[in-house]
């Protein structure tokens, strides 16, 4: 009984999971409840009810408040692009109408926002303490110093196993769930070393509230050659698991099709991924001739937790991107 309940509780999150991810991917179009409810498999008169137990927020709040911070990204990123092209690009019907919903939801402006500070009037933003802000200067200076490798490269075709997780660095969610995925790969017989360890961001935790603050934890089979996790991994003859097989390990699968990623190579400790993430996300985007893609980004574990521990990390720190 305890097992059937299991299976039906994970059928609804990844039903709602599949709406999420649809959601990211085309903000700039309608998101009628008929529409989303269809892409669920659940009746338009209990999806409504149905979203809100699975996220907490209600569906209109979570399409407000992901246009919005798509918007806050694109506004920090692409710093030539005008207000107005920015509010149809992720589904206002007009400037008149984002300029409200950005300052209820940022409590000021977009016009009198410079692009690059924090967000720190935000109404929902995580404590600024908490995420250290650095200004262009030190970026660049770090960058430097530190003799990173950055380059444009693409990921291959690969299909992703993983788990999301709200508020993944509260109560040892993230470790729980690397610790299970961990178990079920001894269990099936894969070598970690064969596949990709990968978290993705699904938001920015600099805008997004932590508790609604999504991270995808998962590893990829890569199904095609000649890309970024063809570096990473010591052999391509891994078996490519069955979407039954996750299903029945408690598992989430999603297939991403090979892309453009800006790829940065961090070696170090959680302050040089700090680094990493606001170099990208604020000096490079914005002068690259490239935008982000409308897909997470991603985190690529070159060495592992098993070989280095949680103390130091070496990651390609990556983000799908398309030509401006």
């Known amino acids: ?162 788990h999301r997780i709200y508020a993944p660095f509260a109560k040892g969610a993230l470790l729980a769930s690397y610790e299970t995925l961990i178990a079920w790969l001894k269990q099936r017989g894969t070598d970690l070393r064969n596949v990709v360890l990968i978290g993705m961001s699904i938001d920015d935790p600099s805008i997004t509230p932590p508790d609604k603050y999504r991270y995808d934890l998962g590893v990829a089979f890569p199904q095609t050659r000649g890309g970024i996790l063809a570096e990473i991994v010591q052999s391509q003859g891994e078996f490519v698991p069955g979407k039954s097989e996750c299903a029945a390990a408690g598992f989430t699968v999603r297939d991403f099709p090979a892309q453009p990623v800006v790829a940065f190579r961090c070696a170090g400790g959680i302050d040089q991924v700090g680094y990493v993430w606001q170099y990208l996300y604020r000096i490079w985007l914005p002068s690259g001739g490239y935008a982000p893609a409308d897909l997470p980004a991603m985190e690529l574990f070159v060495r592992t937790p098993e070989e280095i521990g949680w103390e130091t990390y070496d990651l390609e720190a990556c983000i799908p991107v398309e030509r401006l």
């Open 1 to 162: 009984m305890a097992a059937g309940r299991r299976a039906a509780i994970k059928e609804y999150q990844d039903r709602v999971n599949r709406v999420l991810d649809y959601i990211g991917e085309h903000l700039d179009e309608e998101l009628s409840l008929k529409r989303l409810s269809r892409i669920a498999c659940f009746s338009p008169f209990h999806f409504h009810r149905i979203f809100q137990g699975v996220t907490g927020e209600t569906l209109n709040s979570h399409v407000r408040r992901v246009r919005l911070e798509r918007a806050a990204l694109l506004l920090r990123t692409s710093p030539e692009k005008r207000i107005t092209d920015v509010a149809l690009e992720t589904g206002f019907a007009g400037t008149a109408e984002f300029s409200r919903a950005f300052k209820n939801h940022f409590n000021r402006t977009a016009s009198s926002w410079d692009r690059r500070s924090p967000l720190e009037n935000s109404k929902i933003c995580k404590d600024p303490q908490a995420i250290p802000f650095h200004t262009g200067e030190e970026l660049e200076r770090w960058k430097r110093a530190s003799n990173a490798r950055l380059r444009v490269g693409r990921y291959e075709d690969f299909r992703y196993v993983y």
